[in-house]
């Protein structure tokens, strides 16, 4: 029996090896996992480049489909707001087709929250987006990544490993899925050539985001 389809909405090529490795990873074979992407990640010039790339990092992290979005509505920007209603309409596009494609009446659709891991407006506003989406379309399941707003949080995985480790959780409201390498991330990542400079490199391995994600329930 085919697990619910799970569907990751993202703003941008890399969102998903840089925050996301560990949820994807703990992802049973059998589930068919979807990836929306809001955007092309062509701020400066290299939505081409990056949509290729992501494409490459997807693979590695076993997702089946992707969808990326090439609109001047939603493009990479911190100056450009993205409106909730444009969001909405480029979500029920593609969970119109993962319904027909899988028979599944329901997808359980995960993002950021609104916080959005580095508080870039981007992300911010996918949650938003998603947000609305789902007061409109109560019948999916929706939870989203709990920023670490901690700087010893967010940049100290042992930590974080060993709270997890010791009251880990699994309820209707949150889940926590764990890591004990930042290697499948890494890997994810090298795809991403056009952005895996040396700062990247040291967030891939020292970053909590690596090792641990925690979804609430929206």
């Not at 990326?68 to 593609?94: C, F, G, H, N």
């Not at 899988?102 to 987006?129: L, P």
């Not at 994810?188 to 040291?202: D, F, G, P």
């Amino acid at each position: 029996m085919q697990s619910t389809p799970l569907l990751l909405v993202l703003a941008h090529p890399d969102d998903e090896s840089m925050f996301f490795t560990p949820f994807l990873m703990s992802q049973p074979p059998s589930r068919p996992i979807y990836l929306l992407c809001l955007s092309n990640g062509g701020f400066n010039g290299l939505g081409k480049i990056r949509t290729s790339e992501l494409m490459e990092a997807a693979q590695s992290l076993h997702i089946d489909d992707v969808k990326i979005v090439d609109s001047a509505k939603l493009m990479d920007s911190q100056q450009i707001v993205w409106r909730p209603e444009d969001v909405m309409e480029e979500l029920l596009t593609y969970a119109t087709h993962i319904t027909t494609t899988t028979s599944s009446s329901t997808i359980t659709i995960v993002t950021f929250d609104e916080w959005g891991v580095s508080n870039h407006t981007n992300h911010i506003q996918t949650y938003h987006g998603v947000k609305a989406f789902a007061s409109a379309n109560p019948t999916h399941n929706y939870y989203s990544l709990i920023s670490w707003r901690s700087t010893l949080l967010k940049y100290a995985p042992p930590l974080l490993l060993s709270i997890s480790s010791i009251s880990k959780k699994r309820t209707p409201l949150t889940t926590t899925h764990t890591l004990f390498s930042p290697l499948p991330a890494a890997i994810a990542m090298r795809k991403h050539k056009s952005q895996y400079v040396w700062y990247r490199r040291l967030w891939v391995l020292f970053s909590t985001y690596s090792y641990v994600n925690v979804l609430s329930k929206i």
